[in-house]
């Protein structure tokens, strides 16, 4: 009689778990580096005319965009695609590089940090009015409660009032949103790196003349600029403007653009942590706190699907 031993297979985690988990992974490194945006932002415009660090930026992340296609013989997006593809393009492209540059020209990039951190719940809305998409009643709880928490803080750090250039960062807020929700959702038919390209291609033939027009008056002043504004200029163009973009519409795709971009509640304290460290602006314990408070939201958020 000859005995029979079975092994257990592993279990194996659902692909849609799977997705969720490199989804999120995705979505956190995209945080990571779009958190160095207004740090290095706000080093640029200290030296360089914001229409022409906003703009320039998407010049050089297009120039770069037109490679990456040409080099994956990218297909044509198809007809119904252009429409969300000019929405992202108006989001992303302009509308937020744009307003936040100038913005950065008065506020400290610690404080307009904290007013990013209602975007992930504009992302949110925007993907339920674009993509119905249907989060659970916690998920909106905790999306909420996230965004309460950076609102009470940005008035607490203004003074308990909002200025102009509060109600700028705000617009470029849901305007960026509306790019992030638009995009996510297209990375679910095409790669995430052929939609932040053909969105900025989109976008070049209004921004090649506008930063043609801006710079030239002032190349005698661009040329005295220091290392450090064109620190900041390069990074905002090559990882804020493209590369960032590869790894979030590509983790919205997976995860879910609400879901996903839930992960940006932690951008506003990262943010902080890169002011500190490249601007020398102050990093508080109130900070702190608010940073502990909002992570905690996040990972319940996470949780209640």
Do not use: N
């Not at 020398?280 to 706190?289: A, I, K």
């Amino acid at each position: 009689m000859s005995s029979h031993t079975s092994t257990a297979a592993p279990t194996a985690h659902p692909p849609r778990l799977r997705d969720d988990r490199k989804g999120l992974l995705l979505g956190l490194i995209a945080v990571a580096l779009f958190s160095l945006t207004l740090p290095f932002t706000r080093l640029a415009v200290a030296e360089l005319d914001p229409t022409f660090v906003a703009l320039g930026r998407a010049l050089v992340a297009a120039g770069l965009a037109g490679l990456w296609l040409w080099h994956a013989r990218a297909p044509l997006p198809r007809r119904e695609q252009w429409l969300p593809l000019a929405l992202v393009s108006l989001g992303c492209v302009l509308g937020f590089p744009w307003l936040t540059s100038i913005a950065m020209r008065s506020l400290p990039a610690s404080h307009g940090a904290v007013l990013v951190g209602i975007l992930p719940l504009a992302t949110a809305v925007f993907a339920v009015l674009r993509g119905k998409e249907h989060p659970s009643p916690g998920f909106w709880l905790m999306a909420l409660l996230g965004t309460a928490l950076v609102v009470v803080f940005a008035l607490r750090q203004g003074g308990g009032s909002f200025h102009l250039a509060d109600v700028l960062m705000f617009a470029a807020v849901l305007l960026g949103a509306l790019g992030y929700a638009e995009g996510g959702r297209l990375a679910q038919a095409m790669p995430g790196q052929h939609v932040i390209s053909w969105a900025l291609l989109l976008a070049l033939p209004f921004v090649l003349p506008v930063v043609l027009w801006s710079a030239w008056p002032q190349r005698a002043l661009m040329a005295q600029a220091s290392a450090a504004a064109w620190l900041g200029f390069a990074y905002i163009s090559v990882f804020s403007m493209f590369i960032g973009f590869f790894f979030w519409y590509r983790g919205m795709a997976l995860g879910g653009v609400a879901r996903v971009g839930q992960t940006q509640l932690l951008q506003p304290f990262l943010t902080l942590l890169g002011a500190a460290v490249l601007l020398h602006e102050p990093l508080t314990g109130e900070s702190l706190l608010f940073a502990g408070a909002v992570i905690a939201v996040v990972a319940i958020g996470r949780k209640l699907k």
